[in-house]
């Protein structure tokens, strides 16, 4: 059930409320912070971060620290060789943070945003906040997407999604089938691969990136491709899922441990059944099939899609003014979703919300 409307007066408490303090929350807190905007960010979570305390353990970017960096501030470079890893993320994160002074509140959980006149009054477990604007940034890591199988139900073994996966110790010498082909279920598998005898299963062939290209070579390929179609016929944004060749990726490669098959056709209560009819037992599979955007919370303002998304035009949704979406992916921005790329679609979406607020007086920030 949908919460009731609320009303609430139209005495704006701040100019713009942003929802979630992940890398693209806190990319949009700087710049509103340079556009001398009052402002909120509003976090569910306990402590600083966004999603990457939930990664597994040994999670790795697969870019250099300064091409992983939000506006401002470069991610600084780990003492160890190699890819920051899943802490040096959070710690940059944390000191970014205050490092600008951004006005996080957590942990707040918004519950509903609803239209109140001229703006939004947003819902949360705490109290109801008012704002001229809002801008989406929470991400979709609490929302993790498993495909659908016959049998799936009846299936006895382990279920588990990456957003849940720590490390490979539970699956020691267990039958493990790693689903899905990009960056997550490569180091996925490479991992547990290690320690159980795994499947690796994908739509189709991973394609793997050259030894020396890393995410920071990938994204600027793929920035020029971007670029190049941005007068022809619209076309999809290139992908950045091909494989890149982290170190434990490398190792797992010398170990032959890299081969993938083609999806199964359904479960048994042990196992499996292969396209080609084949039966196999299986202990756990683990999910590294994505996610879909994390946006219950506007289910009331009749503006979300069937699959989920809201209809934008670059982060504005087209259905209602005042709403912005950054971070969730492609229809967001070309690499919104990444920590190099969310810088540029923060950027715009602040200059939308200061000219669709130059109209009116703005919030003075209290020093």
Known sequence: MNPAPLLVPHDFSTDVLVIGAGQ???????????????????????????????????LRLFSPADASSLPGWLMPRPAE????????VIDYLTLYEQRYALPVRR????AAVHRSGPGFAVQTDTRTRQARAV????????????????????????????????????????????????NSGAQ???????????????????RFLPDDVDGRVLFSQATQRYHAQAGA????????????????????????????????ARFTRTGVVWADGREEAVDAVIWCTGFRPALPFLANLGVMEPDGRVATAGTRATALP?????????????????????????????DEIQAFLAPEAVTPVEE
């Not at 942990?107 to 918004?110: F, T, Y």
């Not at 993790?144 to 299936?155: I, R, S, T, W």
């Not at 996925?188 to 991973?206: C, Q």
């Not at 540029?344 to 979406?349: D, E, F, L, Q, V």
Request: net charge positive.
């Open 188 to 206: 996925v598998l490479a991992e547990v691969s290690r320690e159980a005898h795994t499947t690796w299963v994908t739509e189709k062939e991973p």
């Open 322 to 350: 005042g709403l912005w979406l950054v971070g969730y992916g492609s229809w967001t921005g070309f690499a919104s979703a990444t920590l190099i790329g969310v810088g540029r679609s923060a950027r715009a979406t602040v």
């Open 81 to 88: 060789a190699g890819f920051p890893a899943r802490d040096a």
């Open 233 to 264: 016929a619209p076309a999809p944004p290139p992908s950045l899922g091909d494989v890149v060749m982290v170190d434990p990726v490398k190792e797992a490669r010398s170990r032959g441990a890299l081969g993938s098959v083609r999806p199964f």
């Open 107 to 110: 942990p707040v959980r918004v």
């Open 24 to 58: 693209s929350g806190l990319a949009v807190g700087y710049y509103l912070r340079r556009a001398g905007l009052a402002f909120e960010l509003l976090d569910d979570q306990a402590g600083p971060g966004g999603a990457w305390p939930h990664g597994w353990a040994s």
């Open 135 to 182: 801008v989406c940034a929470s991400g979709s890591w609490s929302n993790p997407f498993v495909p659908a199988y016959p049998g799936q139900k009846d299936f006895g073994g382990v279920q588990l999604h990456s957003a849940h996966y720590r490390d490979a110790a539970p699956f020691a010498g267990q039958r493990v089938l790693v689903v899905g082909g990009g």
